[in-house]
């Protein structure tokens, strides 16, 4: 793994990265690389087809899956990724990778460039390492367990941090599937400022570039790796993340859905939109 570490490393020597763990510069160029094929799908055209849960699927998200594995392989952690059958192996296993080779499928599909490559690696339930790379306009977002959350964009190395100090609360919610639920309580809470955006792990990064401060979905659809590189993100910037209830989100559990949906924010208010929530919910 080190070996392979410091290759990348050599790579990217224009970056001034703090990370220790070398699963964080794979995963780094595993992210570059799949998004590198997914843009090329992106500008040269593409067929759709539907799983069973009528969700779209391309080439795209296949190709970057494979690319992805590709290089997590030679880690030899398991790895948990939609795009792949989950024989449960992993669930012996402390160290885990969570990816998502396309999330936001529907806006690949729909050619908004709000898609993004996610890979997580999880250890002892928590994770550990977060990489969120945007193709279409190559951003890359990283965060490692201690050692801080980036955005690294054209050469620029930004530390993401939240701000705590806004008084008012923007929202960013799902663009395809935001409910009269989730509307009503974002009424409840008191924000009219709200925008729609693909992928949630887009989302999660404008949190944590200070573009808002709240994203929450009810749904019990969301699974793992829909949010474990934005878990690791999110908490890095100092902002929080838990289920709609409050609880601790654990990974590489048995159930991959999250039951409860979830809940981003730059941490200010996190307790207070719980509690209005269950009140909410019990209307």
């Known amino acids: 793994i ?8 050599h790579k990217l020597n224009t970056f001034s990265l703090p990370f220790a763990k070398p699963e964080t510069y794979i995963a780094i160029e595993a992210a570059k690389q799949a998004g590198e094929a ?14 069973e849960e009528k969700e779209p699927i391309t ?6 899956n494979a690319i992805i594995i590709k290089y997590l392989k030679k880690t030899n952690h398991p790895i948990l990724s939609e795009e792949s059958p989950d024989d449960k192996q992993r669930l012996s296993f402390d160290k885990v990778w ?19 490559v996610m890979i997580g690696f999880v250890e002892n339930n928590i994770p550990t390492i977060g990489v969120i790379y945007r193709p279409d306009n190559q951003e890359l977002f990283v965060a490692e367990k201690d050692n801080g959350a980036f955005k690294i964009n054209k050469g620029k190395v930004e530390k993401l941090r939240v701000d705590t100090n806004i008084d008012i609360m923007r929202a960013v919610v799902s663009r395809h599937h935001l409910t009269h639920h989730e509307k009503d309580f974002l009424e409840k809470i008191g924000v009219s400022d709200f925008k729609q955006k693909g992928s949630c792990g887009l989302k999660v990064a404008d949190i944590c570039s200070n573009k808002s401060e709240l994203y929450f979905t009810t749904t019990n659809k ?16 100092g902002g929080k993340v838990s289920d709609m209830f409050g609880n601790e989100i654990k990974y590489n559990t048995n159930k ?10 730059n941490g200010k208010t996190h307790s207070e939109i719980v509690k209005k929530y269950v009140l909410h919910y019990t209307d």
């Open 38 to 51: 997914v843009l090329q799908i992106y500008q040269k055209g593409f067929t759709v087809e539907y799983k």
């Open 98 to 116: 969570i990816i998502d080779p396309l999330d936001g499928t529907s806006d690949f599909v729909n050619k908004t460039g709000e898609f993004s």
């Open 2 to 9: 080190e070996e392979s570490a410091r290759d990348i490393l």
């Open 256 to 265: 991959i859905n999250h039951e409860f949906g979830l809940l981003f924010s």
């Open 59 to 64: 080439i795209a998200d296949t190709t970057s």
């Open 222 to 237: 969301i699974k793992q790796w829909d949010s474990c590189a934005a878990h690791c993100l999110i908490t890095e910037s």
